[in-house]
């Protein structure tokens, strides 16, 4: 079972084994919503199914959430607010049992835009229950690079399957949790935007410039080396302990945007070697969506 991070070599081994398996393209592009279905269509591997981040691991938008204000009410309560608000888990295990995805698979999930988009998968999985789920360390470009096979083909549907609701296994938290503990010394919320939007110098996407009070920055790019593949667990450590410089680790909230972004920060702490850390799904868009709560700059 993987589930922090799988190989090229890793996925393949279990491909030819034939073990009960379901790789997902999370390929996405917050600009162009369209274009990362396009971009799969053109080139996934071989019986990949694709996970559109607006369609199948958000609720839609519009609907009142539990800390904001995401449309259509008979998609059942969303569990976050937010540019991409968190589905109900109900609602997320009615998608994975109408894919054919089943309990007793390895889940691998990849994209093309640096891990960026397939965190978010990795992290709904565990949320639901499902431990045997890895992201492709190196993304689609590892796959192209060690000469594996892309297609365009359309693929077969699968036959509907009963997924079943597990215990959480991710920490979810909410815009009360984290304005209540504002200052705390337990709490330490790490933004994983860009240092600009981090300082308020620029905002292209929400209402708001600036930060979460407190809050520390690493961008989510900083996880990656040179080759597209997450940094060593060592020096992964060494850099997220220079970041925390003595805070308890058991309190990191991870945000970002619309916590999508935010979840490379979080599998970069468990392949470190730390314990589970915390996601703050509605992120500085369903912060900032009431001007009441307190803004930081710089």
């Keep these: 079972m993987y589930t922090t991070l799988i190989s090229v070599e890793q996925l393949k081994a279990l491909q030819a084994a034939g073990a009960p398996l379901m790789v997902f393209d999370?390929?996405?592009?917050?600009?162009?919503?369209?274009?990362?279905?396009?971009?799969?269509?053109?080139?996934?591997?071989?019986?990949?199914?694709?996970?559109?981040?607006?369609t199948a691991l958000s609720a839609p938008h519009g609907a009142p959430g539990k800390g904001g204000t995401v449309i259509a009410a008979d998609m059942g309560l969303p569990a976050s607010g937010g540019r991409h608000p968190l589905p109900s888990r109900e609602r997320f295990a009615e998608w994975l049992s109408s894919i054919g995805f089943r309990n007793d698979m390895q889940a691998v999930v990849y994209d093309r835009n640096g891990l960026n988009y397939c965190g978010r998968l990795w992290w709904m999985l565990q949320w639901v229950?499902?431990?045997?789920?890895a992201v492709l360390d190196g993304g689609?470009?590892?796959?192209?690079?060690?000469?594996?096979?892309?297609?365009?083909?359309?693929?077969?549907?699968?036959?509907?399957?009963?997924?079943?609701?597990g215990p959480e296994?991710?920490?979810?938290?909410?815009?009360?949790?984290?304005?209540?503990?504002?200052?705390?010394?337990?709490?330490?919320?790490?933004?994983?935007?860009?240092?600009?939007?981090?300082?308020?110098?620029?905002e292209p996407l929400d209402p708001v410039a600036g930060h979460i009070p407190g809050a520390l920055n690493r961008p989510f790019s900083e996880n990656l080396g040179a080759d597209g593949?997450?940094?060593?667990?060592?020096?992964?450590?060494?850099?997220f302990d220079a970041l925390l410089a003595g805070r308890?680790?058991?309190?990191?909230?991870?945000?970002?945007?619309?916590?999508?972004?935010?979840?490379?920060?979080l599998l970069a702490m468990r392949v470190a070697g730390y314990d589970a850390t915390s996601l703050?799904?509605?992120?500085?868009?369903?912060w900032c969506?009431?001007?009441?709560?307190?803004?930081?700059?710089?």
């Design 248 to 265: 308890d680790p058991a309190g990191v909230v991870h945000q970002c945007g619309s916590g999508v972004s935010a979840l490379p920060n």
């Design 26 to 54: 999370c390929t996405f592009d917050l600009a162009r919503p369209h274009a990362g279905e396009q971009q799969y269509r053109e080139a996934h591997i071989p019986g990949a199914v694709y996970a559109n981040l607006d």
């Design 169 to 202: 296994l991710a920490r979810l938290v909410v815009t009360d949790t984290v304005l209540q503990r504002l200052g705390d010394s337990g709490q330490t919320v790490i933004d994983a935007r860009a240092a600009p939007r981090y300082r308020g110098e620029v």
């Design 129 to 133: 229950g499902h431990e045997a789920v």
């Design 280 to 286: 703050y799904a509605g992120s500085w868009s369903e």
């Design 229 to 239: 593949r997450l940094k060593p667990a060592a020096q992964l450590r060494q850099e």
């Design 289 to 298: 969506s009431d001007a009441a709560r307190p803004v930081a700059r710089g």
């Design 140 to 165: 689609l470009q590892a796959w192209q690079a060690s000469g594996g096979e892309v297609t365009g083909r359309e693929e077969p549907s699968h036959f509907q399957s009963n997924f079943v609701l």
